[in-house]
C-alpha cells in the first residue's frame, strides 16, 4: 500500500509523522510523495490559531478532492478539538485523536481492514525522514502539559502529560544515528515536563543522552523557561548539546504575563538569560511573543518593547492574538481592537528584523562548525552551526557537501540580513 503523510503546525507533528512513517513501513507499506498516487491519505491537523485551524480545513479537504479513492485519516488538534470535523467535512473515513496518536497506524490498519505483509517488513528505524532531509530527526519525548496558559488551546487537546520511556527514546536516537542522521531535536506538548510521570527529568533524559549515544548534534525545541533546575546549563559543557535554546517569553510585561497564567516573571526571565550567556559561549535565544493579548494597554506594550530590546534575541516568532473558543482568554475582557494588533505587530517585526541583525554582525570573522543541509542555490550550500546560526557557503559546488560537518568562519552578512556568509577553514 503507498501511504501519503502531511502534517500541518509544530516541530510535535513532523515528529509524530516520522514515527508513523516507521510504523507503516515496518507492517510492509511503503511512503509515496505524491498524494494522488496513494491509497491511504494522512493528515496531521494544527489549532494553534484560528488561521491554523483554516488551513487545516483547506488542506483536508483538498486531499480528498485532488484523490477522492483512497482512504483519509485525519488526526492532530483540529481534528481533537472539534468532534464535528468529520461531518462538517466529506471524505474522512477515520478521525483518530491525539490521545490515540500512539496508536494511529495500527488502529488505521485494522479499522479500514488494510492487509499487513510483515513477511515484507523493513528492518525497524528506516523511516524515511521527511522534509529535514536525512541530517535532522525530531525526536518525540513526551506529549500533553500540565499548564494550563489562558490562550492556549492545544493543551486541552493533547490531554494530560506522557512521558516516553527513557530506553525507548536512547533506542530510537541510535537507530536514527545508525542511519547517518547527525542531528536530533528534543521535542514535544511540554518538554521541560519531561519525566513528571515517571520519576525522572529532562536534565536526566540529557545527560543518558549524552552517555547513552554519540549522535554529534542534540538540540532541543521550545522549553518554557521555568523548567529549568538550577544546574541546567552545566549540561552544555558538552559540545554535542547545541548552545541555542527557544524560551517562550510571550510577553515583556509582568500585568500581561499574569493575565496569560504565564509562572516566570520578566526579572527571572532576564536572570535567566544572563546565566545562560555567562555560562555558554554564544549561546543563542529566541523566543515567541504574543501581540495584542486582551487588556494590552499602550504602556503595557511599551513596556514590552522595552524588555524585548534589553534582552536582544536573534528571532522572534511572532503571533498576533487569536481568541480561542474554549480558553480563559477567550472570557477577558477589553480585548485589542485588531489595527492595534496590526500596527503593534509591524512594529515588533521591524525591531526584530533590527536585533537579527546586530547578532549576525557579532559573529563576523567567529568559526564554527557548520552542518550542511542543502544547496542553497546552483553554487552553494546551506546549513546551520552550533548555535543555529544559518550561513551560506558560496561558490563551492564541485563536491557534496550534504549531511557533512565542517569548520568555518564567518565572513559578512547576506544583504537581506536573514543569514551569514561563511568560508570553510
Known amino acids: ?26 507492517k510492509g507499506h511503503s511512503l509515496t510523495q505524491d498524494a494522488d498516487k496513494a491509497d491511504l491519505l494522512i493528515v ?24 477522492p479513492q483512497a482512504k483519509l485519516v485525519v488526526s492532530g488538534c483540529y481534528a481533537s478539538l472539534d468532534e464535528q470535523v468529520q461531518k462538517d467535512i466529506p ?16 488502529i488505521t490498519l485494522n479499522e479500514l ?4 505483509m510483515p513477511d515484507l517488513s523493513s528492518e525497524p528505524g528506516e523511516a524515511t525522514i521527511f522534509s529535514r532531509g536525512r541530517h535532522r530527526a525530531f525526536i518525540k519525548i513526551q506529549d500533553g502539559c500540565r499548564y494550563r496558559c489562558t490562550f492556549c488551546i492545544v493543551t486541552f487537546a493533547r490531554g494530560d502529560e506522557r512521558s516516553r520511556p527513557i530506553a ?14 547527525k542531528e536530533i531535536v528534543l521535542t514535544g506538548v511540554h518538554v521541560g515536563g519531561f519525566g513528571s510521570d ?73 536572570k535567566l538569560i544572563q546565566q545562560a550567556r555567562i555560562k555558554i559561549p554564544g549561546f543563542n535565544v529566541t523566543t515567541d511573543i504574543i501581540v495584542g493579548f486582551p487588556g494590552e ?20 516568532h511572532i503571533f498576533t492574538y487569536s481568541k480561542r473558543d474554549g480558553t480563559k482568554a477567550a472570557a477577558l475582557p477589553n480585548q485589542v481592537d485588531p489595527e492595534v ?26 568559526t564554527y562548525s557548520v552542518l550542511w543541509e542543502a544547496p542553497h542555490s546552483e553554487n552553494s550550500w546551506a546549513g546551520y552551526t552550533e548555535n543555529f546560526i544559518r550561513v551560506e557557503l558560496k561558490y563551492f559546488y564541485h563536491c557534496n557537501l550534504e549531511n557533512k560537518i565542517s569548520r568555518v568562519n564567518i565572513i559578512g552578512i547576506e544583504s537581506d540580513a536573514n543569514h551569514c556568509i561563511a568560508e570553510i577553514i
Open 198 to 270: 515517571i520519576n525522572s527529568t529532562l536534565y536526566e533524559l540529557i545527560q543518558t543522552i549524552l552517555t547513552d549515544t554519540n549522535i554529534p548534534r542534540i538540540r532541543l525545541a521550545s522549553v518554557e523557561p521555568w523548567d529549568l533546575s538550577d544546574n541546567f546549563f552545566s549540561l552544555f559543557e558538552n559540545k554535542r548539546l547545541m548552545p541555542h535554546m527557544h524560551l517562550p517569553l510571550q510577553s515583556g510585561n509582568d500585568s500581561v504575563l499574569r493575565r496569560m497564567a504565564r509562572r516566570c516573571k520578566t526579572n527571572d526571565y532576564k
Open 341 to 366: 494588533k496590526k500596527y503593534r505587530s509591524n512594529q515588533l517585526h521591524n525591531i526584530a528584523r533590527v536585533m537579527r541583525k546586530n547578532f549576525l554582525n557579532q559573529h563576523i570573522n567567529r
Open 91 to 106: 471524505g474522512i473515513d477515520l478521525l483518530i485523536n491525539n490521545q490515540l496518536k500512539d496508536q494511529l497506524v495500527d
Open 297 to 316: 494597554t499602550e504602556s503595557e506594550w511599551q513596556e514590552s518593547i522595552d524588555f524585548i530590546e534589553e534582552i536582544g534575541f536573534s528571532h522572534i
Open 113 to 116: 481492514n488494510f492487509e499487513t
Open 168 to 181: 525507548d527514546i536512547i533506542r530510537e536516537i541510535n537507530q536514527y544515528h545508525q542511519q547517518g542522521v
Open 44 to 67: 496531521n491537523t494544527c489549532a494553534v490559531t484560528q488561521e491554523a485551524v483554516k488551513k487545516s480545513r483547506q488542506i483536508i479537504r483538498r486531499t480528498h478532492r485532488n484523490n
Open 1 to 26: 500500500m503507498q501511504i501519503h503523510l502531511k502534517t500541518l503546525g509544530c516541530r510535535l507533528n513532523e515528529a509524530e509523522l516520522e514515527s508513523w512513517a516507521e510504523g507503516f513501513q515496518e
